[in-house]
Nanobody
Framework: QVQLVESGGGSVQAGGSLRLSCAASAYIGNSNCMGWFRQAPGKEREGVAAIYTGGGSTYYADSVKGRFTISQDNAKNTVYLQMNSLKPEDTAVYYC?????????????????????WGQGTQVTVSS
């Protein structure tokens, strides 16, 4: 069982930045896939970014490319999501997800069901 705890959400004006953190209860530096998903009210859960912890390959949704950056710190068992140039449409609950002993691919963002563990979510609100 892997526990994930997100932090760093909050309220920010459009154009601002936030950095989300996801602390895992297990070592993340093996061949795992960790991702960030988000869900806005009345919408389906959407994949935002993913990272293959075994090699550092990253994947992004088109809607956040160039604005968001996913990274890992194996010493802290933590994955980060740096979010810049935030827009009101980025408002959502952001969830961290962990897929054990598996690679990542771009379509991992479209398949939340393949992730084994999820955090409780952190709210991000962007005002115009």
């Amino acid at each position: 069982q892997v526990q994930l705890v997100e932090s760093g959400g909050g309220s920010v004006q459009a154009g601002g930045s936030l950095r989300l953190s996801c602390a895992a209860s297990a070592y993340i530096g093996n061949s795992n896939c960790m991702g960030w998903f988000r869900q806005a009210p009345g919408k389906e859960r959407e994949g935002v970014a993913a990272i293959y912890t075994g090699g550092g390959s990253t994947y992004y949704a088109d809607s956040v490319k160039g604005r968001f950056t996913i990274s890992q710190d194996n010493a802290k068992n933590t994955v980060y999501l740096q979010m810049n140039s935030l827009k009101p449409e980025d408002t959502a609950v952001y969830y961290c997800a962990f897929r054990a002993w598996s690679g990542c691919a771009a379509d991992s963002l479209r398949r939340p069901q393949v992730f084994h563990y999820w955090g409780q979510g952190t709210q991000v609100t962007v005002s115009s």
